[in-house]
Protein backbone atom coordinates (compact mmCIF):
# COMPACT_ATOMS: atom_id res chain seq x y z
CA UNK A 1 0.00 0.00 0.00
CA UNK A 2 0.84 3.90 -0.21
CA UNK A 3 0.31 4.92 2.96
CA UNK A 4 2.24 4.61 6.03
CA UNK A 5 1.93 1.15 8.03
CA UNK A 6 2.45 -0.30 11.29
CA UNK A 7 2.51 -3.94 13.18
CA UNK A 8 1.11 -5.34 14.83
CA UNK A 9 -1.55 -3.53 15.49
CA UNK A 10 -2.70 -4.68 18.94
CA UNK A 11 -0.14 -6.19 21.52
CA UNK A 12 -1.11 -7.49 24.79
CA UNK A 13 1.82 -7.79 26.91
CA UNK A 14 2.92 -9.29 30.57
CA UNK A 15 4.00 -6.16 32.71
CA UNK A 16 8.36 -6.75 32.75
CA UNK A 17 8.01 -7.87 29.36
CA UNK A 18 9.97 -6.10 26.50
CA UNK A 19 7.87 -5.42 23.34
CA UNK A 20 9.14 -3.99 19.78
CA UNK A 21 6.42 -2.05 17.44
CA UNK A 22 7.44 -1.94 13.83
CA UNK A 23 6.53 1.37 11.67
CA UNK A 24 6.87 0.96 7.55
CA UNK A 25 6.93 5.11 6.39
CA UNK A 26 5.67 6.12 2.99
CA UNK A 27 8.41 5.20 0.56
CA UNK A 28 10.75 7.93 0.13
CA UNK A 29 9.71 10.43 3.39
CA UNK A 30 12.71 11.25 5.16
CA UNK A 31 10.73 12.03 8.15
CA UNK A 32 9.66 9.61 10.76
CA UNK A 33 7.83 10.10 13.97
CA UNK A 34 6.90 8.63 17.35
CA UNK A 35 3.57 9.41 19.12
CA UNK A 36 2.12 8.16 21.81
CA UNK A 37 -1.42 8.24 22.63
CA UNK A 38 -3.45 7.25 25.88
CA UNK A 39 -6.69 6.91 26.59
CA UNK A 40 -9.04 10.61 26.14
CA UNK A 41 -5.51 12.29 25.29
CA UNK A 42 -4.03 14.01 22.38
CA UNK A 43 -0.80 12.14 20.95
CA UNK A 44 2.27 12.89 22.57
CA UNK A 45 5.46 13.61 20.96
CA UNK A 46 7.98 10.51 21.70
CA UNK A 47 11.27 10.87 18.80
CA UNK A 48 11.44 11.95 15.84
CA UNK A 49 14.16 10.79 12.66
CA UNK A 50 15.79 12.31 9.55
CA UNK A 51 16.29 9.55 7.97
CA UNK A 52 18.68 7.20 9.83
CA UNK A 53 19.14 9.98 12.26
CA UNK A 54 17.02 10.51 15.51
CA UNK A 55 16.83 14.06 16.16
CA UNK A 56 15.08 14.55 18.85
CA UNK A 57 14.19 11.81 21.35
CA UNK A 58 12.45 14.15 24.31
CA UNK A 59 9.69 12.90 23.95
CA UNK A 60 10.12 9.27 25.09
CA UNK A 61 9.33 8.93 28.58
CA UNK A 62 12.08 6.78 30.27
CA UNK A 63 15.25 5.24 29.49
CA UNK A 64 13.00 1.90 28.56
CA UNK A 65 11.99 2.99 25.73
CA UNK A 66 14.01 3.07 22.50
CA UNK A 67 13.50 3.70 18.79
CA UNK A 68 15.86 2.94 16.07
CA UNK A 69 15.87 3.67 12.05
CA UNK A 70 19.14 2.07 11.15
CA UNK A 71 18.48 1.96 7.63
CA UNK A 72 16.47 5.23 7.30
CA UNK A 73 13.40 3.71 6.18
CA UNK A 74 11.78 0.93 8.81
CA UNK A 75 11.60 2.32 12.56
CA UNK A 76 11.06 0.01 15.25
CA UNK A 77 10.41 1.08 18.42
CA UNK A 78 10.99 -0.72 21.42
CA UNK A 79 9.87 -0.62 25.03
CA UNK A 80 11.39 -2.69 27.93
CA UNK A 81 10.24 -4.04 30.81
CA UNK A 82 7.08 -2.74 30.12
CA UNK A 83 4.50 -1.57 32.92
CA UNK A 84 0.88 -0.83 32.97
CA UNK A 85 1.24 3.24 32.03
CA UNK A 86 3.08 2.45 29.04
CA UNK A 87 -0.37 0.63 27.28
CA UNK A 88 -1.67 3.22 24.55
CA UNK A 89 -1.82 3.57 20.92
CA UNK A 90 1.48 4.14 19.91
CA UNK A 91 1.14 6.04 16.24
CA UNK A 92 4.33 6.53 13.67
CA UNK A 93 3.65 9.25 11.28
CA UNK A 94 6.38 9.74 8.05
CA UNK A 95 6.60 13.48 6.13
CA UNK A 96 8.59 14.36 3.05
CA UNK A 97 9.92 17.38 5.42
CA UNK A 98 10.11 18.16 8.84
CA UNK A 99 7.92 21.02 8.21
CA UNK A 100 5.41 18.98 5.51
CA UNK A 101 2.32 17.31 6.22
CA UNK A 102 2.58 14.24 8.34
CA UNK A 103 0.54 10.97 7.50
CA UNK A 104 0.04 8.75 10.11
CA UNK A 105 -0.19 4.96 10.37
CA UNK A 106 -3.29 3.15 12.20
CA UNK A 107 -1.45 2.61 15.24
CA UNK A 108 -0.17 -0.22 17.52
CA UNK A 109 -2.71 -0.25 20.61
CA UNK A 110 -0.28 -2.12 23.31
CA UNK A 111 -1.92 -3.64 26.57
CA UNK A 112 0.35 -4.10 29.67
CA UNK A 113 -1.60 -7.11 31.69
CA UNK B 1 6.79 25.13 28.70
CA UNK B 2 5.52 24.00 24.71
CA UNK B 3 1.47 23.58 25.30
CA UNK B 4 -1.52 23.59 23.27
CA UNK B 5 -4.62 24.15 24.99
CA UNK B 6 -8.28 23.43 22.97
CA UNK B 7 -11.51 24.51 23.83
CA UNK B 8 -14.13 23.31 24.41
CA UNK B 9 -13.38 19.58 25.51
CA UNK B 10 -16.63 18.55 24.13
CA UNK B 11 -19.32 19.74 22.04
CA UNK B 12 -22.86 17.77 21.18
CA UNK B 13 -25.36 19.86 18.46
CA UNK B 14 -27.86 19.20 16.25
CA UNK B 15 -27.06 17.91 12.83
CA UNK B 16 -27.18 21.70 10.34
CA UNK B 17 -25.79 23.77 13.33
CA UNK B 18 -22.46 25.46 13.36
CA UNK B 19 -19.41 24.92 15.03
CA UNK B 20 -16.47 27.05 15.88
CA UNK B 21 -14.10 25.02 17.29
CA UNK B 22 -10.61 26.77 19.53
CA UNK B 23 -7.23 26.24 19.79
CA UNK B 24 -3.89 28.16 21.64
CA UNK B 25 -0.46 27.58 21.20
CA UNK B 26 2.46 28.33 23.02
CA UNK B 27 5.43 26.62 20.81
CA UNK B 28 8.79 28.00 21.21
CA UNK B 29 10.01 28.66 17.21
CA UNK B 30 6.40 27.99 15.96
CA UNK B 31 6.28 27.12 12.39
CA UNK B 32 2.61 25.85 11.49
CA UNK B 33 -0.81 24.95 12.94
CA UNK B 34 -1.81 21.78 12.20
CA UNK B 35 -5.75 20.55 12.64
CA UNK B 36 -6.43 16.62 12.35
CA UNK B 37 -10.14 14.72 12.51
CA UNK B 38 -9.43 11.45 14.53
CA UNK B 39 -12.35 8.75 14.66
CA UNK B 40 -11.34 5.25 15.62
CA UNK B 41 -8.40 5.30 13.96
CA UNK B 42 -5.22 7.58 13.16
CA UNK B 43 -5.99 11.33 12.88
CA UNK B 44 -6.63 12.65 9.66
CA UNK B 45 -4.90 15.48 8.14
CA UNK B 46 -7.41 18.99 7.85
CA UNK B 47 -5.42 21.88 7.56
CA UNK B 48 -1.76 23.03 7.74
CA UNK B 49 -1.97 26.88 8.61
CA UNK B 50 1.61 29.02 8.42
CA UNK B 51 -0.07 32.91 7.89
CA UNK B 52 -1.84 34.77 10.00
CA UNK B 53 -5.50 35.51 8.89
CA UNK B 54 -5.69 33.34 5.74
CA UNK B 55 -8.44 31.15 5.78
CA UNK B 56 -8.18 27.87 4.49
CA UNK B 57 -11.76 26.07 3.34
CA UNK B 58 -12.11 22.39 2.70
CA UNK B 59 -15.88 21.98 2.08
CA UNK B 60 -17.93 22.71 4.71
CA UNK B 61 -14.74 23.13 6.77
CA UNK B 62 -12.36 26.61 7.24
CA UNK B 63 -9.56 27.39 9.51
CA UNK B 64 -7.77 30.91 10.62
CA UNK B 65 -4.40 31.10 12.28
CA UNK B 66 -4.29 34.21 14.45
CA UNK B 67 -0.31 34.88 15.20
CA UNK B 68 -1.16 37.91 17.23
CA UNK B 69 -3.43 36.02 19.49
CA UNK B 70 -1.68 32.30 19.37
CA UNK B 71 -4.66 30.94 18.59
CA UNK B 72 -6.66 29.15 15.54
CA UNK B 73 -10.21 28.61 14.78
CA UNK B 74 -11.60 25.21 13.03
CA UNK B 75 -15.45 26.08 11.92
CA UNK B 76 -17.95 23.27 10.66
CA UNK B 77 -21.14 24.61 8.82
CA UNK B 78 -24.04 22.60 8.22
CA UNK B 79 -22.70 19.82 10.47
CA UNK B 80 -23.86 15.94 9.72
CA UNK B 81 -23.29 13.44 11.62
CA UNK B 82 -19.93 12.31 10.04
CA UNK B 83 -18.26 15.09 11.56
CA UNK B 84 -18.55 13.30 14.84
CA UNK B 85 -15.37 12.78 15.80
CA UNK B 86 -12.33 14.33 18.10
CA UNK B 87 -10.85 17.46 16.43
CA UNK B 88 -7.02 17.56 17.46
CA UNK B 89 -5.17 20.91 17.06
CA UNK B 90 -1.12 20.73 16.85
CA UNK B 91 1.70 23.11 16.95
CA UNK B 92 4.77 22.60 14.81
CA UNK B 93 7.55 24.08 15.96
CA UNK B 94 11.62 23.36 15.33
CA UNK B 95 11.54 19.79 16.12
CA UNK B 96 8.81 18.82 17.39
CA UNK B 97 5.15 19.21 17.15
CA UNK B 98 2.59 19.44 20.18
CA UNK B 99 -0.75 18.09 20.94
CA UNK B 100 -3.73 19.55 22.50
CA UNK B 101 -6.08 17.02 23.83
CA UNK B 102 -8.85 17.54 21.28
CA UNK B 103 -12.39 18.22 21.32
CA UNK B 104 -14.51 15.63 20.98
CA UNK B 105 -17.65 16.76 18.94
CA UNK B 106 -20.76 14.53 18.24
CA UNK B 107 -23.45 15.74 15.81
CA UNK B 108 -26.61 14.85 16.96
CA UNK B 109 -29.25 13.55 14.30
Known amino acids: GAGVSQSPRYKVAKRGQDVALRCDPI?????LFWYQQALGQGPEFLTY????????KSGLPSDRFFAERPEGSVSTLKIQRTQQEDSAVYLC???????????FGPGTRLTVL | EDKVVQSPLSLVVHEGDTVTLNCSYE??????LLWYKQEKKAPTFLFML????IEKKSGRLSSILDKKELSSILNITATQTGDSAIYLC?????????FGKGTRLHILP
Open chain 1, 49 to 56: FQNEAQLD
Open chain 1, 27 to 31: SGHVS
Open chain 2, 90 to 98: AGRGDDKII
Open chain 1, 93 to 103: ASSSGLYNEQF
Open chain 2, 27 to 32: VTNFRS
Open chain 2, 50 to 53: TSSG
